[in-house]
T-cell receptor, first 117, second 111 residues
Framework: KAGVTQTPRYLIKTRGQQVTLSCSPI?????VSWYQQTPGQGLQFLFE???????NKGNFPGRFSGRQFSNSRSEMNVSTLELGDSALYLC????????????????FGPGTRLTVL | QKEVEQNSGPLSVPEGAIASLNCTYS??????FFWYRQYSGKSPELIMS????GDKEDGRFTAQLNKASQYVSLLIRDSQPSDSATYLC???????????FGTGTKLQVIP
């Protein structure tokens, strides 16, 4: 079974620009979560989508948004980029349906390394 | 108080020894617990999940959960240099697909 894929793997942007990151989950997984990882803050939860609906959201400003499509693929958008947005953005997929064995086990993609200049 | 706390390390152990990694969490509603391994420059990899009190063994790895003490640990037996990585503890409250991660413990296995 193919793993989680993320595109692009690397991205360089300048302040004020916007960026869209893409994530394709493991086949059969309906939940996609997004995380930001920085050396200082560790892994920070951004949001989680299940069946095209955002179920949970972390403490990030409204510049960070996401969506999920009917095929469970997800995109994350960051508008008006700031220098502090430079980070590794990770996507993780899971079954997402309580009651299923291992429903909340998350499997990560390779990440997108975003650099804001 | 942080939701999930880990000692940042580094934890250094000699090759062949047992490495013990610890994690505490603050929310008594937590139901699912995970250990991830992250090599430098790579994404986290799930190595263990545990849901009920007690021990769960998988090869050289044993996860231990004590909900009364709000404590979860990971033991790595016969540690190998290839085990050198950062180990992340993660906690999920039942019914919510929001996993909170600790900041990780860096493990160094000395040959």
């Amino acid at each position: 079974k193919a793993g989680v894929t993320q595109t692009p793997r690397y991205l360089i942007k300048t302040r004020g620009q916007q960026v869209t990151l893409s994530c394709s989950p493991i086949s059969g997984h309906r939940s996609v979560s997004w995380y930001q990882q920085t050396p200082g803050q560790g892994l920070q939860f951004l949001f989680e989508y299940f069946s095209e609906t955002q179920r949970n959201k972390g403490n990030f400003p409204g510049r960070f948004s996401g969506r999920q499509f009917s095929n469970s693929r997800s995109e994350m958008n960051v508008s008006t980029l700031e220098l502090g947005d430079s980070a590794l953005y990770l996507c993780a997929s899971s079954l997402g349906m309580p009651g299923l064995a291992g429903w909340s086990e998350q499997f990560f993609g390779p990440g997108t390394r975003l650099t804001v200049l | 108080q942080k939701e999930v706390e880990q000692n940042s390390g580094p934890l250094s152990v000699p090759e062949g020894a047992i490495a013990s990694l610890n994690c505490t969490y603050s929310d008594r509603g937590s139901q699912s617990f995970f250990w991830y391994r992250q090599y430098s420059g790579k994404s986290p990899e799930l190595i263990m999940s545990i849901y009920s009190n007690g021990d769960k063994e998988d090869g050289r790895f044993t996860a231990q959960l004590n909900k009364a003490s709000q404590y979860v640990s990971l033991l790595i037996r016969d540690s190998q240099p290839s085990d050198s990585a950062t180990y992340l503890c993660a906690v999920n409250i039942r019914g919510y697909q929001k996993v909170t991660f600790g900041t990780g413990t860096k493990l160094q296995v000395i040959p």
